[in-house]
């Protein structure tokens, strides 16, 4: 049997929580945190993306996970990383190492549209009604139960009425497909900060 003083001698580390942090192509600050368990898909998806990941190995970039949405991983092997106000993104930043810093203000660039999948559109209404939705609205979507809504950019409408999106903010995720009743409205007084 060992003993757990031969265990407190090694040097095998545990996995930890990971932040991950970047900018937009538009240059909006995304960051969110993912637990221990997904610190190794965390850092996959930071690669994928162009974004940076931060060991959370200090009390102080501790005390971020408290002020951060938890980020979501997708089966594509990237993540949903939310928006985040400018203050706090730069705050967290200031922990990433030199080389890192410069990169934390960089835009990232939208990639191409998948082959098969159309062009991104330009965002052209926000509509007040569902019979107002048209290709280059900009509405609502959940990515799931309990999740919370998020801009999408309609990309096409299929014949039996399916909507194709986009993600407005995460254009490296695929587009995906969503019925009208799944679809939210922003409301019309909403101006963009």
């Known amino acids: 049997m060992t003993s757990l003083a031969t265990h407190a001698g090694s040097k095998a580390t545990l996995p930890q929580a990971v932040?991950?942090?970047?900018?937009?192509?538009?240059?909006?600050?995304?960051?969110?945190?993912?637990?221990?368990?997904?610190?190794?898909?965390?850092?996959?998806?930071?690669?994928l993306m162009g974004m940076l990941a931060l060991k959370v190995e200090t009390d102080e970039v501790r005390g971020f996970l408290k002020k951060l949405p938890k980020g979501k991983l997708f089966d594509s092997g990237k993540a949903f990383v939310p928006f985040v106000k400018q203050d706090l993104y730069r705050e967290i930043a200031s922990h990433?190492?030199?080389?890192?810093?410069?990169?934390?203000?960089?835009?990232?660039?939208?990639?191409?549209?998948?082959?098969?999948?159309?062009?991104?559109?330009?965002?052209?209404s926000k509509p007040k009604d569902w019979d107002e939705v048209v290709v280059g609205s900009v509405v609502l979507i959940k990515d799931g139960a309990g999740e919370p809504w998020y801009e999408a950019t309609v990309i096409s409408i299929k014949d039996?009425?399916?909507?194709?999106?986009?993600?407005?903010?995460?254009?490296?995720?695929?587009?995906?497909?969503?019925?009208?009743?799944?679809?939210?409205?922003?409301?019309?007084?909403?101006?963009?900060?």
């Open 19 to 47: 932040i991950l942090l970047g900018r937009d192509d538009k240059g909006k600050a995304h960051a969110s945190f993912f637990p221990a368990t997904d610190s190794h898909a965390a850092h996959k998806a930071a690669d």
């Open 96 to 124: 990433l190492p030199e080389e890192d810093r410069v990169k934390a203000e960089q835009v990232r660039v939208a990639p191409a549209a998948e082959e098969g999948e159309p062009l991104p559109v330009k965002p052209v």
């Open 160 to 193: 039996d009425g399916t909507y194709r999106l986009k993600w407005r903010d995460f254009l490296e995720e695929p587009a995906f497909n969503r019925r009208i009743e799944d679809i939210g409205l922003m409301h019309p007084a909403f101006v963009e900060k």
